[in-house]
């Protein structure tokens, strides 16, 4: 573990882990992992980095609305206790939720069940279907926002 990871205390990774796996649980049907599965655990907690503070935050405020660490409870409390956190909503909410779904999204095993390749675009490429550019008409139609560069 890096140490990065090593700033969130034992109680608050596994809440962590159980509020991944409340966020987006495993399917069986799509046969995908949920984002307590190890591997995209071990992949939130390697690239926390900056996110460090605010996902602990939102771990502190999930653990004082629970009442208790989220992993100390039973499925009913915990999902209680999500459905409050969502409620209370905030950026450290937004940043804890943001983490846990890039790190999901890039699993290779979630990406394949999409019907993709796990492969970085470059360098050969996605392909992209063409789509409606006219839904960028009102944004094209409106004026300037920005300041002029002196001299150009």
């Not at 992993?71 to 956190?85: C, K, P, V, Y």
């Not at 940043?95 to 050969?124: A, F, K, M, N």
Request: charged fraction near 25%; include cysteine; proline fraction near 7%.
């Amino acid at each position: 573990m890096t140490d990065i990871a090593m700033t969130l205390t034992s109680a608050q990774r596994n809440d962590l882990l159980v509020i991944a796996g409340l966020i987006i649980p495993a399917s069986a049907e799509f046969k995908v992992p949920g984002a307590d599965d190890p591997a995209i655990q071990a992949d939130i907690l390697s690239t926390l980095g900056r996110d460090t503070g605010p996902v602990a935050e939102a771990l502190n405020l999930l653990a004082r609305l629970a009442g208790a660490p989220l992993a100390e409870l039973d499925e009913a409390q915990r999902e209680n206790a999500a459905s409050r956190l969502r409620e209370a909503g905030g950026p450290a909410v937004a940043t804890l939720s943001r983490v846990v779904l890039q790190c999901y999204y890039r699993d290779d095993r979630v990406v394949r069940s999409l019907g993709l390749e796990p492969r970085p675009p470059h360098p050969i490429g996605h392909v992209l279907e063409d789509g409606d550019w006219s839904l960028l008409d009102s944004v094209r139609a409106r004026a300037p926002f920005w300041r002029r560069a002196e001299g150009g």
